[in-house]
């Protein structure tokens, strides 16, 4: 079915029938086994009653404040929907705006992410924000642990998160090495290190610099089973891509600007073994991205005919989500969540777009109208007249 609203920016024309012949087309052949390692970032739904909440982007919200606000219930259906897509979940990460929500509701996540005992797994992200200060880095380093520990301990795989901290007190590559050295030989892997770019988050502006990232990579490959690349540089990531092969470690892509590309890459030549799974190798990026949060199940077709040897259809299916995902991811770049909630509420999956600290004001209203346009192109789309209803109520609210 195929609807059009009107809008001020022009029509928009909403299709529920983009999929429908892949489906067919996959439901017609034999299952293949997964090629890629696949992590969906979800983000957060607010409940109703946030609406009255004057929390604003500009202001730092008492996270304690938060928890009563965030539909638990909801949150964790949108976690059982992407993971009976073929994801695994990427929990208490930037998606989910950890670096406002504290640890005290990303422990609440990654708790519930442990006992929704998901089919393919969880990873989360390990930081420092139980913390009311950093003494030092003796410090800093017990932080992470106790992070890493309780990640574990709930059966996630931890991601070290980006540390600002280091930034902040001006650490060179000699001191990035020996924090993460320090972190990799008090820990148990299969643990991931994340390197998020400055374009979601403005203190980590210098983060690994030097040669640090390849050198703490190179020295803990046991441990250090693979990074998260999130410079929306596609360059880097091949280039730090094929030195993390020569040591049997992976890159997930974080790239939501060319992910569709890099996790095409080359064929399968080998495999490699993280926690109990058993992962293909080769010349490709696996990925964790915000953007399968918007796209899964068109992305869950991609990744099914590229399962099937298929490339062609892979990147058909993909280019439009990577349209729609270079519209989302669009500067200034943090605020893409906004997008994410926004498409969610017109599938019906949640029952408004609200985000932490009211995110979803950062996007203008023509953002919206094309990121709609974008993806019903993309497939996302589920039941056109629900979209359309509830696309045309956004425009008469606003």
Known sequence: MRVQV?????????????????????????????????????????????????HTLDVSVPTSELSNHIDWKRTFELRRRLDALGFGIAEAMDTEQRFQIGWENAARLIEGAGELQLKNGFVAGA??????????????????????????????????????????????????VRV?????????GPLFVHWLGEMFLPALKGYFPGASFSRIMAAHPQTLRGAKLSLLDAELERRLRADLATRDQIMLTGDDFNFAELMAGGPITGTTHILNRTVPTGEFSHGLLGIFDGIAEPASLALQFLARGDEARYLELMEPCAQLSRHLFEAPTQHYKAGLAFLAWLNGDQPNAMLVQHEESARSIQHYVKAACLASAAGVIRDAERAARRLTEFLVRV
């Open 127 to 176: 930081g420092v924000d139980h913390l009311s200060c950093i003494a030092d880095e003796d410090a800093l380093v017990a932080g992470v642990i106790f992070q890493v520990n309780a990640i574990q301990a709930v059966g996630g795989i931890a991601i070290l998160l980006p540390l600002p901290w280091l930034c902040e007190q001006g650490y060179d590559e000699d001191g990035f």
């Open 6 to 54: 009107d809008s001020a920016f022009g029509p928009v024309e909403l299709a529920d029938d983009v999929l429908t012949q892949h489906r067919d087309e996959i439901a017609a052949t034999s299952p293949a086994d997964p090629v890629r390692l696949v992590y969906a970032a979800a983000h957060l739904v607010m409940k109703a009653d946030y609406a009255e909440v004057e």
């Open 180 to 188: 993460y050295g320090k972190l990799a030989d008090a820990l148990n």
